[in-house]
């Protein structure tokens, strides 16, 4: 073989793909089932806002055309969402294509970038395929980043820095103050983001980060798909500084956000007051559910996004047992937590069948 096949097969040997929640299909094909719930992706179980998906069947008819590379519209409406100039905003194929667009610009060969260990893993994921090395800080206490050792790795080869607030999938917050601490202790020159996927779900906590936080590498990302419920559209976008995103929209592609989505998007931020409305049911279930794992001592830890952890020493046989009976839940063993399930807060009604089917597995037992 020539040498840049050798090269590129030399390379992809390295990378580990990502593992996905598994799609409904696929578990009904494999079980002969007629239906499943699916608890494995953080997603909105209530589905797209009303008129995000009225604004995309009124794109419909518009997609012959190629979509505003810009995103002209959405930008305007995130740059006035946010109080920043429409420069200071970079969008994506989701956020975890902005995330990955970040670290391809920041990092290469030679360079590091810093993570927690249990932090999202498409942090490590993005280093590896930038070519950077990655350099994961184990938890202090388990589950949440510990921002000391984050400090302790920092030296002249590292980039950049990326923590999840609150954290998937282990569910932890840091308050702005203890974020704003440790900003103020990093080197002016290094990319910091902070990865606010789950930010709807604290927004009452947590306060308006991007007017609390401060640093000149400081990137903070959010996505539509989870409290917006637009998973299946991939809109995600970070807020910087404009010097930043300039950069950063050079290695993009031209039409990274297609038209379903800008329309979908737009629509959706327009539909708040639907949005934070089953926000607050989420959080209402979530807590329904911890406080059931914590009676039946199976609670991991509390959890700050639209997701659930919990512990069994055969997680393996419960996670099987739950996907007998149509229930797809997130194995966390790539996080290194093998005795650990991830469990996306659903409607009620799929909790609730969570929850029974939990039971009979225990009593089983
Ligand atoms: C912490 C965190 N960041 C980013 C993402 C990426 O989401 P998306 O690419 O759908 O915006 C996820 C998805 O699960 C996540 O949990």
């Known amino acids: 073989m020539s040498g840049w096949i050798d090269r590129a097969v030399a390379q992809a040997a390295g990378l580990h793909p990502y593992i996905p929640g598994k799609p409904v299909e696929t578990l009904l094909r494999e079980k002969g089932l007629s239906h499943a719930i699916k608890l494995a992706s953080n ?154 996927a789950y930010y709807e779900f604290v927004a009452d906590q947590l306060g308006d980060s991007l007017a609390q936080l401060s640093h000149p590498g400081l990137v903070i990302s959010r996505t539509f798909s989870k409290a917006y419920g637009l998973a299946g559209c991939r809109v995600g976008y970070a807020v910087a500084d404009a010097e930043i995103v300039a950069l950063v929209n050079r290695f993009r592609e031209p039409f990274n956000l297609n038209g379903l989505a800008q329309a979908a998007a737009l629509a959706a931020l327009d539909d708040r007051d639907w949005v934070m409305a089953r926000v607050a049911e989420t959080v209402a279930e979530r807590e329904r559910l911890e406080s059931a794992l914590d009676a039946l001592g199976l609670l991991t830890g509390q959890s700050h996004g639209n997701f659930v952890l919990l512990h069994h020493a055969d997680s393996a046989a419960l996670h099987r047992q739950m996907e007998d009976g149509g229930i797809i839940l ?36």
């Open 330 to 365: 997130r194995p966390l063993a790539p996080y290194g937590m093998a005795d650990d399930l991830r469990v996306s807060v659903g409607l009620p009604a799929e909790n609730d069948a969570f929850l029974a089917r939990l039971e009979q597995f225990l009593a089983a037992q």
């Open 43 to 196: 997603e909105n179980p209530y589905g797209p806002a009303p008129k995000a998906i009225a604004a995309m069947q009124a794109a419909a008819s518009e997609m012959h055309r190629y979509p505003d590379g810009d995103a002209t519209a959405l930008k305007a409406a995130l740059a006035d969402l946010h109080a920043v100039s429409r420069e200071q905003i970079l969008l994506g194929n989701g956020s975890n294509e902005v995330l990955e667009l970040i670290i391809r610009t920041f990092a290469g060969a030679g360079d590091e970038v810093i993570y927690a260990q249990r932090g999202f893993i498409v942090y490590a994921l993005a280093t590896q395929a930038a070519g950077a090395r990655g350099v994961a800080v184990a938890e202090a206490d388990g589950l949440s980043h510990d921002l000391e050792g984050m400090l302790a790795a920092v030296n002249a080869r590292t980039k950049v820095i990326c923590l999840a607030n609150p954290n998937n999938p282990t569910g932890t917050l840091h308050d702005n103050a203890a974020l704003q601490a440790f900003l103020d202790r990093l080197p002016r020159d290094l990319i910091v983001i902070v990865d606010e």
